[in-house]
């Protein structure tokens, strides 16, 4: 508002009105530069007020503060009736605000008497300055934003066509810059928006509509390849002089979009809760604002949302709650003295008509990023104050339900103990049946190496007779336990479920057909026929677990030949519907065997149950593998069932899915696969030459170290042996130095100081890829793991099988460098017969002193005794069980393997108490009698017939 002017303009109130009405800062000046007016805005950006003003020169205001040379040239000294406009910028400092840049705009006006009067009026363009130069330094980084942006950046004209395409936009649609830039934009479209695009710039160039620009949408991609994918779409409009551009951001919103999704269905099922909640919800900002509230909060404080909306919460409280709630929350946060927060407390609740109610409050603060808000959860409580007085009347009775509850929630908290006891006791019973069958493994498998070992041995040096028999007798018991244990450890595995199945391209033609090449020689033994048949088309590849296949088969057709004693045994094949649109691949073993009894198929697939008792008089077995073919069928997705006529045979049947599989390779006679390479039997023993591989064998037990060595040397090897895996980390590095590296590592598991895992994993770890062989006499699946995951190359278990070791030696050698082995082209010497005398009362011989081939092997063994009768000795008077747990253990297996069941049975008792020494004089009777034992095998040494003679005595050790 012009306050005052100058008497030339008194008068004239459209020259009042005119500066009261500009927006920015005016004055009014005769032709000498004289102010004449001001108003409001100009005398705010000076400081002084309009009486200072009015009469001065506009040069001398703030003199000295501002160049006034370029103000006087934008005034000048014209005259002329006609209206003329300059304008000027000029850099002040005004006392009351600072450094400006002031935009000076000067027209000349003329009164109704023509003197002249000059209109100034100053605009503050100082951030429009600061903004330009804050752009022309953008300009530098435009191009490495865009290079360096996430989201892909394509520029066009008003033609459509690209112009610049960022590194973003070339990976997102699979373009290179070079291949569109110059291009119209309609090649990163699929239909419709192809089509689309023209006319949607057209129409926004002609009339400004804006459909997308400015606006932004979710659209359709199209990359180089073809492909399309949902993308949000950001255009701007950017002036560049002349030339207007459209800058299109581009973000793949495939997973924005299900994330939004979410958001969406997790914010409306928060709505819906918060609405359908029976309490009032509201939630304030940390200045006690109320930001949000729920419906029963309408309905009961009685406002509308746009009345509580922003109000201060203290709305809805009577004093002296009211006054008391801003120092609340100040005192809250500045000392965080929790008076109602995170607590909860009664209170008095204001409606809109001024009734007051009491309530429960319970308020809990949110922190989201640097704000704090509360929610406080209300609750009229006026009935319950109501009624309280009538619930005192039946307070005893509440009481004693309160008793009632809390008997039976102490019952339920004593039965969820029970039931915790009873889980982990059913926990520890499985450990327990697991760590059984491991030791009961291990325990069975480290004699049977011996008792296979030198079973084969002997029979490979003797011709027909008693003795040969008798030795295959022994053979053919020890592999007959060996099947029982494994039996027994696949039922254990598949109840307990631990049985993974792989699925993977199986053709099960060939594994019926490798199955029946295996069993064809028992089969041809027995006279009978054994053969494959397919009734119709079966695929050539399903997908499946080939091991279990081949289990089951195995054992399906291993049965039909052992329980036909004439006519054939038939396996077919048909694939057949399941279902609607599916197929199973069926399997069928028909036999002419002995049949079965319709009143004993009901138990032939329970564990441990044959047909009849006397079945497995006659035909041996453990009644355990037609339990696992069912469990192995049924976790392939199949089913198992038998049909049998006695005497007339019995037809075993089972289907599985085939998972993947292709019509177009369909197979229609066994023959197809015949024609294929079916793997051929393993070489026989002689073929197996170990000559020039060195070998270390890592064995803690004297009989294994002398079986194993005695294998290999025989085979051509050279051995050194190793008692645990210190040492032989020591003969390793020993030969490393020498330039004579080993080939090959055989390790045990279980060994004193350094088992066999640690030693495997000391190598890895030393960068060694030396090939290692893991022995153990545990064959669970957990104990193969352990051994590949240490770093071993193969794993195999106890008892050794001496073909399958050396073919296994025999491959590491060859995949370590070894250069072909031939043939063994010698045999050795043949043994002559030593006539066995009775030893001596205070000795005792080996049962294997009649054989002289043995003779290194005992001889090195015993040399070995006496110091394990001092070791015994000095672990029995210093208490170190363990120790001597350790060492009975060992000869419990070592001397059965070398002939001297009395050290394994004085052993075994040793091992009994010094696990559990609750009675020393038994474990020193034990200890005593075990040391006079070894002491007599010591003495049977020295008047035994051990010694053959010289001509006839095989290198073997």
Not at 601 to 626: E, M, N, Y
Request: proline share 5%.
């Amino acid at each position: 508002m012009l306050h005052h002017a100058h008497p030339q303009i008194e008068g004239l109130p459209h020259f009042h009105r005119y500066l009261d009405a500009l927006p920015n800062p005016a004055l009014l000046l005769d032709a000498s530069g004289v102010i004449l007016g001001t108003n409001e805005q100009f005398d705010e950006l000076v400081g002084l007020s309009s009486d200072e003003l009015i009469s001065k020169s506009f040069f001398e205001i703030h003199q000295g503060c501002w160049d006034t040379t370029p103000l006087r040239r934008l005034i000048g000294d014209r005259d002329t009736n006609f209206v003329f406009v300059s304008r000027a910028q000029l850099e002040v400092e005004l006392p009351n605000i600072g450094r400006r840049i002031l935009d000076f705009s000067h027209s000349l006006m003329t009164k109704s008497d023509d003197a002249l009067v000059r209109l100034v009026t100053i605009r503050d363009v100082t951030a429009f300055h600061k903004l330009e130069a804050s752009l022309k330094r953008s300009e530098g980084r435009t191009q490495a934003l865009l290079a360096a942006a996430v989201d892909s950046i394509v520029i066009i004209n008003t033609n459509g066509v690209i112009k610049a395409f960022n590194p973003a936009a070339e990976r997102l649609f699979g373009f290179s810059a070079e291949e569109v830039l110059g291009l119209n934009v309609r090649i990163l479209m699929p239909k419709p928006y192809q089509t689309e695009h023209d006319g949607y710039l057209a129409r926004y160039l002609e009339t400004g509509e804006r459909r997308v620009i400015g606006i932004g949408r979710e659209v359709l991609g199209k990359r180089k390849d073809g492909a399309t994918f949902p993308m949000e779409l950001s255009i701007s409009e950017v002036i560049d002089g002349e030339d207007r551009l459209f800058v299109g951001t581009v973000r793949d919103v495939t997973k924005v979009k299900r994330a939004q999704n979410a958001l969406r269905d997790s914010e409306a099922r928060g709505r819906a809760i918060l609405n359908a909640a029976v309490d009032a919800i509201i939630t304030i900002d940390e200045n006690g604002l109320i930001k949000s509230f729920n419906q029963a909060a309408l309905k009961v404080f009685g406002y509308s949302h746009h009345e509580m909306v922003g109000e201060n919460v203290k709305m809805l409280m009577p004093a002296p709650f009211r006054d008391e709630h801003d120092n609340y929350l100040q005192n809250y946060k500045a000392s965080g003295i929790r008076r109602v927060i995170g607590l909860g407390r009664e209170a008095v609740g204001r409606r809109k008509d001024g009734s007051t109610f009491p309530m429960e409050l319970s308020v809990s603060e949110v922190k989201m990023g640097d704000y704090r808000y509360f929610t406080g959860i209300v609750r009229d409580i006026t009935d319950r104050k109501r009624y309280e007085q009538r619930l005192k009347t039946v307070a005893e009775e509440a009481s004693e339900s309160e008793l009632r509850v809390k008997a039976q929630a102490k019952e339920l908290t004593q039965q969820a103990k029970r039931l915790k006891e009873a889980q982990v006791d059913a926990e520890q019973a499985n450990r327990a049946k697991s760590d059984f069958l491991a030791n009961m493994s291990h325990e069975i498998r480290t004699p049977l190496t011996a008792i296979l070992g030198y079973a084969s041995e002997l029979a490979s040096t003797l011709k027909d007779g008693p003795e040969a028999q008798a030795v295959e007798i022994i053979k053919r018991n020890g592999e007959h336990l060996l099947e029982i244990m494994n039996d027994i450890l696949d039922i254990s595995k598949i109840e307990s479920g631990n049985v993974e199945l792989e699925r993977v391209p199986t053709c099960p033609g060939r594994i019926v057909a490798e199955v029946i090449t295996l069993l064809q020689v028992r089969a041809k033994q027995k006279g009978i026929q054994l053969y494959l048949t397919y009734a119709g088309k079966i695929p050539r590849y399903i997908e499946g677990s080939p091991v279990h296949l081949r289990q089951v088969l195995l054992n399906l057709i291993g049965n039909a030949v052992k329980f036909t004693q004439e006519g054939q045994v038939e396996v077919r094949l048909q694939f057949v519907p399941h279902g609607v649109n599916e197929h199973h691949l069926r399997f069928e073993v028909l036999d002419s065997g002995i049949g079965i009894p319709p009143e004993h198929i009901g138990r032939l697939f329970k564990p441990f149950s044959q047909a009849d008792s006397s079945v497995g008089r006659c035909f041996g077995g453990t009644g355990l593998g037609l339990a696992i073919s069912k469990r192995l069928v049924e976790l392939m997705g199949g089913e198992i069932f038998v049909s049998s006529t006695p005497d007339v045979g019995s037809t075993f049947t089972f289907s599985i899915p085939p998972g993947k599989w292709s019509q177009h390779e369909m197979l229609t006679d066994p023959k197809e696969i015949e024609s294929e390479s079916i793997p051929a039997q393993p070489a026989t023993l002689d073929a197996i030459d170990l000559t020039g591989g060195r070998i270390l064998l890592a064995e803690d037990g004297k009989d294994n170290q002398r079986l194993l060595s005695h294998y290999l040397r025989k085979a051509g090897a050279e051995v050194e042996i190793a008692d645990n895996g210190r040492i032989a980390l020591e003969a390793i590095a020993r030969s490393s130095a020498q330039g004579k590296s080993f080939d090959l590592i055989v390790t045990d598991i279980q060994m004193p100081e350094m088992d066999g895992y640690t030693l495997a994993r000391t190598l890895r770890a030393r960068g060694s890829k030396l090939p290692i062989v893991a022995l153990t006499a545990h064959a669970m699946e957990e104990a193969r793991v352990k051994c590949l995951e240490a770093g071993c190359s193969e794993y195999t278990s106890k008892p050794i099988e001496k073909m399958a070791f050396l073919s296994i030696c025999r491959r590491w050698l060859d995949q370590n460098g070894q250069q072909s082995i031939e043939p063994m082209t010698s045999e050795s010497a043949p043994i002559a017969p030593v006539e066995q005398t009775q030893p001596p009362r205070d000795a005792i011989w080996s049962e294997l002193a009649d054989n002289h081939e043995f003779a290194p092997v005992i001889d090195s063994f015993l040399q070995g005794l006496a110091k394990k009768i001092n070791q015994i000795e000095e672990y029995m008077s210093q208490a170190r069980f363990d120790e001597l747990t350790m060492l009975a253990h060992q000869l419990k297996g070592s001397g059965g393997g070398y002939g001297f069941q009395e050290i394994t049975d004085a052993a075994v008792r040793v091992e009994q108490l010094a696990c559990h020494p609750e009675d020393p004089d038994s474990l020193l009777d034990a200890v005593e009698h075990l040391q006079e034992i070894c002491q007599q095998a010591i003495n049977g040494r020295k008047r035994s017939p051990l010694d053959p003679p010289a001509s006839n005595i095989p290198g073997i050790i």
